[in-house]
Structures are given as structure tokens and as C-alpha cells.
């Protein structure tokens, strides 16, 4: 959110500590043969490598979907197969071994397959945001002057919007034109997500322009783009995409959230948060039916945590302070 | 620092015209005869004719840079539509929906910054001790909880199991009384219209109702405002000024709570100004988990229904708070850290 003489202070900050943990960073990856020392240090600290170990596991379990749980249908794989069509959940047994919602969609099947919706939402809505934010972002800060000031401005009524509100009206208004909750929810996501990349890349981008280096490219007459991809960029990148990819998590709980609500994966679709929406019209019976909320829950619960411990841990592993009290 | 507050002050009605036409140009992916929908009541066309009435009467033919001084001139009104979910005005529902939303996010928010920072200051008195790694997990495993799940496993525990707390507002015995005329609804507050009407057993019964979402509210918050604290705190405690109060004798009770605390409270104070504001936009999970009619609530089961309108409504109304918020957290800030306001 914009606190702007305090965000320009702690930005500063910000950005000048990131540029020496850079520094640092590309200075030991040279001397210690590619492996970096937050790495190090990740690898060091049992909170990161618990995540490292969930997320590993998750992705296990996406990859070998196709064996824990066979498709009847291998073209419609990421449909729950339902035996029946009664309306009362059925607890666990040896053919549904996570029990059946409403509608007796198997939960066990809609588990593990939601394994690999939750990676492709996580990923692509990744991916996109941050190519769409940062490319935006570098390219109007790079340019700088009134270009820059009028995109901060745009970036800053994006960020008005309360996020999840914004996300859910226009998964709503998008539902009915596509006809695809799935893509109408990622789309919302993205438009929603990519302006705080922006801003985030826009300080990086600002003291890299000011470095020795893209002054000399400038005075040997490199094109202005070329100094942006070839010379700035690839200086400016790598934290935003870290800080990117840690995101997942918390895309894929949005994600979910908006499923829950009925504004994202269509019914019967193998996501989490369209398993745990079937809870919601059984509330009073949850003691008896609780094997709708449990097994989704914690499935949509340890993969956010699993994101979030490593996304935790890196972010001590580059604050430098962090370091000094950790070192006294 | 006054030139700070005017140029933001002159900044505010762009980022308004800004998010009013990002409202708009999201209207806009809905076809016509849908928008003119939106303008009757009851939210059904009967006749073609009564269809091309509305389309005259709102201008929907005209250029779209005309409908959008025309919405936003309707707008500022207070004229935002129809909503269908609500079966009335969508100002009309806002404003009957907001005292739910205010009533929980007060009795969640003293809780979340109590607790948050007490925590905090533990954790970071506690630097790398057991205390400071139980306080991360404890705040980890609450930032990592989807609301909605930790939502209904309190109400699986304590509503389905051992029925303590029950969701909804308020019981149907207390809601009689509540909508009878003897009752004096004086905000709209269910806790403190009772109060003021002298009525403890629905007190008691509003204060059961608004327990749990309040907690699940609570534990997903206090991650935030405990990691605030706590590496605000773990900064302050290594100035050299907390060395020197500490050099000087001063007991270490003295030295955290009336040199360090105050110092370690001013990012607290942004943060817990955006929560405030955050809660107040209506908590769209929270209040549909727990069946709390409140803004959220509202806003949640308008965009299930598709009920355009109404979200977008709340969404400006939403977006307004946000940006004033910002604009008053801004200032704020300044006062309490002379840093800033000597600029």
C-alpha cells in the first residue's frame, strides 16, 4: 500500500540492501563455484528445509497422480469421478478411502489431482504476474520521468482495490463471457497482482540505471532497449522473481478462496477449494461429515506452509540484519 | 508536511476517477440489455419496450465516454443500481450491511493488536529461545491458514460437535426482540444497541454469535502484527540508545517498555491502520463461512448470484475507504515519527 515518504526512505533502504546482498550474492557465487550462500544458509536452517521437503512431497504426489489415483477417462482426468448422484457425504471406506462429498465425488481422487491444479494455477498465475508486472514496471521506470510518474499512479489505483473483492468481481462479470471458472479465476488473479511486481521492480530498476556500467553502454551509443534487456535487466531480475515465486502460495489460497466462494473451478473439478465449498451446506452436520473439510484442508493447508517456510526462511537468508543478530 | 498533506490531498480525486472507470470498464463486459438490468428494480425486464425505456432513460447507446459522465453522475448521487441479491438499492444495502462489518471488526480488532504486539515483544526478547521459534511457528502456521478452512473447523469443533458458539448474528428468540418496535436499534451494532437498551441476555447472545468469526479473524491477523513487532522491536533493541538506558543502570522493565516499546510501535501503528481498514471492507470469507450478514457477506453472495452491480458498488465504496485510509495512516505516520515530519 502507498506510504510514500516512508515506502521512499524504507525503499531506499530496501533497495540499497538488496543491491549489496546482489553484490554479495554474484560476488561468493564467483569465489564458491556457483552455489550461492543463501542457498547455504537455506540449506542450514530446518524451518526452510521442512518447506523445501513439503513442497517436494507435493510435487511428488501431482507427478504421480496418474498412479495414485487412475483416471477412468485419461482425456478427462481432472474431473472427480462420482459413483451415484446422492446428495448425503459418505465416510471413508476401502473404495473411497478420504470418503465421498455431496454428489459422492470421490475427496481421495479430488485430493491428489488438485495437487496438479494447485501447481498449474501457482505457476501460471506466477508467471504471468510477475512477466506482466516487472516487464511493465522496468520497461516505465527505465524510461523514467512523466512515463514513470503516470504508471506509478495506474499502479496505485490498482492497489486501491481490495484485493480479493476486486478478484471475485471480475471472476464474476468473466464467468459468464468464457464460460471457464478456471481461466476467468486466474485471469482476475493476474490483472489484480501484477502492479505491487511493478512497484517492486521499479527500485531495482532505478539504482541499476544509475550504475557505471549502463552509463559506458550509453556513451558507446547501445539503443536504449538493448540496454534495458542486455545490461539492466538481467542486474534487476533475479530478486523479483524469487520474491515472485515464493508467491505461489499464497496465489493458490486466493485461488481457492474464490473456488469456495463459487466464482472458480466448475463443480466436480479436482481443485481444493471446490472440495471444501461443499462444506459449506453442511455445516450443522460437520462433527458427522468432517472428512469433507479435514483431508482438502490440510492438503490446501501444508502446501501454503510448505511455500511460505521457504519464502520465510529466504528472506531471513538476504536480510543482512537478520544476520548480524543471528552472528552475535 | 502541510505541502505533504495538500499534493496527496490533490491526488486523491485522481485515484477515485481512476477506480471509478476501472468499475466502470469492468460494467462494461456485460452486454447491454444486462446493464439495463441492473437499473430496475427487481432486476427482470418484463417487456421489450420497458428494455428500450431504460436504454433512453440511462443513455446505455450512447457513446461510452457519455455513459461514463452519466454512471459516474448517477453515482455520485448516490444512485449505484439495483441489487438483486438484496432485494433493494445497493446504497441502501451497504449501508444496513456496514454496522455488522464495523461491530466485527471492532470486537476483532483491540484482540489482534493486544495480542500482536504482546507477542511480538516476547518474541523478540526471547531473540532465537524457544519463546521467539513456538511465536513463529504459532504465526507461520496462521499466516499459511486459508481462512475458510480454519473457519469451519471451529465451527466443526465448537458448533457442530460441542454447540457452543452458533453462526449467524444473532439466535431467532433475540432477532424478535432486536426487530420488535420496544427495541431501539440506535447503530445497528447488535452488542452495543443491546447495551444501550439495557438488555444483557442479548448481549450475551450477540457476544456468542460474533465469538468465532472474531477469533478466526484474530489468529489469521495476529501473524501480521506479531512479525511487525517483533523485527521492529529486535531493530529498536539494538540501537545504541537501548545501550545506553541500559549502561546507565536502568532496570531491563524500564529500558523495554518506556524506551524501547514506544519507538518499536510506530510501523505497528501503519500496519494496524490497513488492518483496521482491511476489516472494515467486510472479511468476504470469514462473514459467508460463518453465515454473518455483514458486508462481506454481501458482497460474497452478490458475486456467487452474479449479481454484478451490487459487488461493484461495494468495490467503490470499498476502494474509497482504502484510499482515505491510506491518505490518514500517511499522516499519521508522520506525526508519530518527528523523522518524517522534520523533512
Do not use: C
Amino acid at each position: 500500500m502507498s506510504t510514500p515518504i516512508v515506502e521512499q526512505q524504507g525503499e531506499q533502504l530496501q533497495t540499497a540492501t538488496r543491491v549489496a546482498t546482489d553484490d554479495l550474492v554474484i560476488d561468493r557465487r564467483l569465489h564458491e563455484g556457483h552455489i550461492p550462500r543463501w542457498l547455504k544458509v537455506m540449506l542450514r536452517n530446518p524451518v526452510s528445509v521442512a518447506g523445501i521437503m513439503i513442497v517436494i512431497a507435493f510435487a511428488l504426489i501431482a507427478i504421480l497422480a496418474p498412479i495414485l489415483a487412475p483416471p477412468l477417462l485419461p482425456a478427462q482426468a481432472y474431473q472427480i469421478p462420482h459413483s451415484g448422484y446422492e446428495a448425503q457425504p459418505k465416510p471413508p471406506d476401502t473404495a473411497h478411502p478420504f470418503g465421498t462429498t455431496q454428489g459422492q465425488y470421490d475427496i481421495y481422487y479430488g485430493v491428489i489431482w488438485g495437487t496438479r491444479t494447485a501447481f498449474r494455477i501457482g505457476i501460471i498465475v506466477t508467471g504471468l504476474t510477475v512477466l506482466i508486472g516487472a516487464g511493465l514496471g522496468s520497461m516505465t521506470a527505465f524510461v523514467g520521468g512523466w512515463v514513470d510518474e503516470v504508471f506509478q499512479h495506474i499502479v496505485e489505483i490498482f492497489l486501491a482495490f481490495p484485493f480479493l473483492l476486486a478478484a471475485l468481481t471480475l471472476a464474476a462479470v468473466l464467468v459468464p463471457r468464457i464460460h471457464n471458472g478456471l481461466i476467468s479465476g486466474m485471469i482476475a488473479l493476474v490483472v489484480f497482482s501484477w502492479p505491487s511486481y511493478a512497484r517492486y521492480i521499479r527500485g531495482d530498476i532505478l539504482a541499476v540505471k544509475q550504475r557505471d556500467f549502463v552509463l559506458a553502454a550509453r556513451t558507446i551509443g547501445v539503443p536504449g532497449w538493448r540496454i534495458l534487456l542486455h545490461h539492466v535487466l538481467p542486474n534487476a531480475m533475479y530478486s523479483v522473481l524469487v520474491v515472485g515465486s515464493l508467491d505461489i502460495g499464497t496465489y493458490v489460497l486466493t485461488f481457492a478462496a474464490l473456488s469456495f466462494l463459487g466464482v472458480g473451478a466448475g463443480e466436480g473439478y479436482a481443485d481444493w477449494g471446490q472440495l471444501l465449498s461443499y462444506a459449506r451446506n453442511w455445516i450443522p452436520n460437520l462433527a458427522q461429515y468432517w472428512y469433507i473439510v479435514v483431508y482438502p484442508g490440510t492438503a490446501l493447508l501444508l502446501f501454503v506452509l510448505g511455500w511460505n517456510l521457504i519464502g520465510d526462511a529466504f528472506r531471513d537468508a538476504l536480510d543482512p540484519r537478520m544476520q548480524r543478530g543471528r552472528g552475535a | 508536511m502541510t505541502r505533504y498533506i495538500i499534493r496527496r490531498l490533490l491526488v486523491l480525486p485522481i485515484v477515485l476517477v481512476g477506480l471509478s472507470m476501472m468499475i466502470f470498464g469492468m460494467l462494461q463486459l456485460l452486454d447491454p440489455a444486462e446493464r439495463a438490468a441492473l437499473y430496475v428494480p427487481g432486476g427482470v425486464l418484463r417487456t421489450q419496450s420497458a428494455l428500450q425505456d431504460i436504454i433512453r432513460t440511462y443513455g446505455l447507446n450512447k457513446p461510452i465516454y457519455v455513459q461514463y459522465i452519466n454512471w459516474l453522475d448517477r453515482t455520485l448521487h448516490g444512485n449505484l443500481g439495483w441489487s438483486v441479491t438484496a432485494q433493494q438499492p445497493v446504497l441502501s444495502a451497504i449501508l444496513s450491511f456496514f454496522p455488522a462489518t464495523l461491530e466485527l471488526a471492532l470486537w476483532s480488532f483491540v484482540p489482534i493488536i493486544f495480542g500482536g504486539v504482546f507477542l511480538g515483544i516476547q518474541a523478540a526478547i526471547h531473540h532465537d529461545q524457544w519463546q521467539d521459534h513456538l511465536a513463529r511457528v504459532f504465526s507461520i502456521v496462521g499466516y499459511s491458514f486459508p481462512t475458510f478452512v480454519f473457519g469451519l473447523l471451529m465451527l466443526m469443533i465448537f458448533y457442530a460437535a460441542l454447540q457452543w458458539f452458533p453462526p449467524g448474528r444473532l439466535s431467532n428468540w433475540a432477532t424478535a426482540i432486536v426487530f420488535s418496535p420496544e427495541f431501539h436499534r440506535y447503530t445497528g451494532m447488535n452488542t452495543v444497541d443491546a447495551l444501550l437498551n439495557g438488555r444483557f441476555d442479548i448481549f450475551a447472545d450477540a457476544l456468542r454469535h460474533i465469538f468465532l468469526p472474531a477469533l478466526t479473524l484474530a489468529y489469521v491477523q495476529w501473524a501480521l502484527i506479531l512479525r511487525v513487532m517483533r523485527s521492529s522491536m529486535l531493530d529498536v533493541i539494538s540501537q545504541d540508545y537501548i545501550r545506553t538506558a541500559r549502561s546507565k543502570g536502568l532496570p531491563e522493565r524500564h529500558v523495554l517498555n518506556r524506551h524501547a516499546r514506544p519507538n518499536a510501535m510506530i510501523p505497528v501503528a501503519t500496519a494496524g491502520g490497513l488492518l483496521l481498514v482491511g476489516l472494515l471492507n467486510g472479511a468476504v470469507i470469514t462473514e459467508t463461512v460463518f453465515n454473518y450478514h455483514g458486508m462481506g457477506w454481501f458482497v460474497g453472495n452478490a458475486a456467487l448470484h452474479l449479481d454484478a452491480i451490487s459487488v461493484l458498488g461495494a468495490t467503490l465504496f470499498d476502494g474509497m475507504l482504502i484510499v482515505i485510509a491510506n491518505l490518514v495512516v500517511d499522516i499519521m505516520y508522520a506525526y508519530l515519527d518527528p523523522r518524517i515530519r522534520l523533512q
